[in-house]
């Protein structure tokens, strides 16, 4: 299996709202990223899980809060979200650092309204 | 830091023609280097990556890239193109170390016409 899963692929939401991204990946990597995309740009890292502790967090406002439950699953708990922060969100994973090759999802494309 | 620049925002090619996307990289040592591709909708797979050895590395989906100290650039290429290699193609630069950052370049759109 050399997939990783991101669940809701479209999801739409109000400013007030609260919801979760989630990610999974059953190829024993060890490390985990959320990445944030607008159209037509390159990916932006948001975060970093490495053996299931936060590596890496890049200033990301923290209406944002990842999680990762353990080494095979990674959520985004979104709360409070601004029309800006409507963009595609890529979860990605690798065996260890991203030397390697990272392994992306195909996304969750977010609509804050 | 490493920085990648891709010159080309947006390349147009015909079905069977050659393509060749241009990358170049700033970073003082040997750095890693990435081709990502995009297709609409979907996460970004990689085509093909440098670290060492052999400057012409072979990838997936017939895609080849080169890398060049002297000209800090690793150039992606393919003799034939498909209709379906029509994509974001990102290339990227990582340090020579345990670091969880890569630079992506802008990106460059292929648009493949029949």
């Known amino acids: 299996d050399t997939e990783v899963t991101q669940t809701p692929k479209h999801l739409v939401m109000g400013m007030t709202n609260k919801k979760s991204l989630k990610c999974e990946q059953h190829?024993?990597?060890?490390?985990m990223y959320w990445y944030k995309q607008k159209a037509k740009k390159p990916p932006e890292l948001m975060f970093v899980?490495?053996?299931?502790?936060?590596?890496i967090n890049e200033s990301v406002p923290s209406r944002f809060s990842p999680e990762c439950p353990n080494s095979s699953l990674l959520n985004l708990h979104l709360h409070a979200l601004q029309p800006e922060d409507s963009a595609l969100y890529l979860c990605?994973?690798?065996?260890?650092?991203?030397?390697?090759?990272?392994?992306f999802g195909s996304g969750t494309q977010l609509s804050v309204l | 830091a490493q920085s990648v620049t891709q010159p080309d925002i947006h390349i147009t090619v015909s079905e069977g023609a050659s393509l060749e996307l241009r990358c170049n990289y700033s970073?003082?040592?040997?750095?890693?280097l990435f081709w990502y591709v995009q297709s609409p909708g979907q996460g970004l797979q990689l085509l093909l990556k440098?670290?060492?050895?052999?400057?012409l590395v072979q990838g997936i989906k017939g895609f080849e890239a080169e890398f060049k100290r002297s000209q800090s650039s690793f150039n992606l290429r393919k003799p034939s193109v498909h209709w379906s290699d029509a994509a974001e193609y990102f290339c990227?630069?990582?340090?020579?170390?345990?670091?969880?950052?890569?630079?992506f370049g802008a990106g460059t759109t292929v648009t493949v016409r029949a």
């Open positions: 990605a994973s690798s065996q260890s650092n991203p030397n390697e090759k990272l392994f």
């Open positions: 190829m024993g990597h060890r490390a």
């Open positions: 899980y490495s053996y299931e502790k936060l590596s």
């Open positions: 970073y003082g040592a040997t750095p890693y």
């Open positions: 440098y670290f060492s050895g052999d400057t």
């Open positions: 990227a630069v990582g340090a020579r170390r345990n670091d969880y950052k890569l630079s």
